[in-house]
């Protein structure tokens, strides 16, 4: 059942991949762990992405949600 409430669509791309655009232009791509009503995000497996590219890999980390953009699932 789909709900049209934001954190119900993002509860449903728990545990994929997802990109996440930042307010600085950065992208992260990793796994969505978990977040909460303020949108702070974890990822897991996280890499930092350039022009579409690998730029370093970070591993478990935490987005802050006021510097969130978008949240993209990926699969």
Do not use: C, W, Y
Request: net charge negative.
């Amino acid at each position: 059942m789909e709900s049209d409430r934001p954190l119900d669509a993002l509860n449903a791309s728990r545990n994929k991949k997802v990109l996440v655009e930042l307010k600085n232009g950065k992208q992260v791509i990793g796994t969505l762990k978990a977040f909460d009503i303020h949108i702070n995000t974890v990822l897991d497996d996280a890499e930092e992405l350039e022009e579409n590219q690998v730029k370093r890999k970070i591993g478990k980390v935490f987005l802050r949600g006021d510097t969130i953009i978008l949240i993209a699932p990926t699969e």
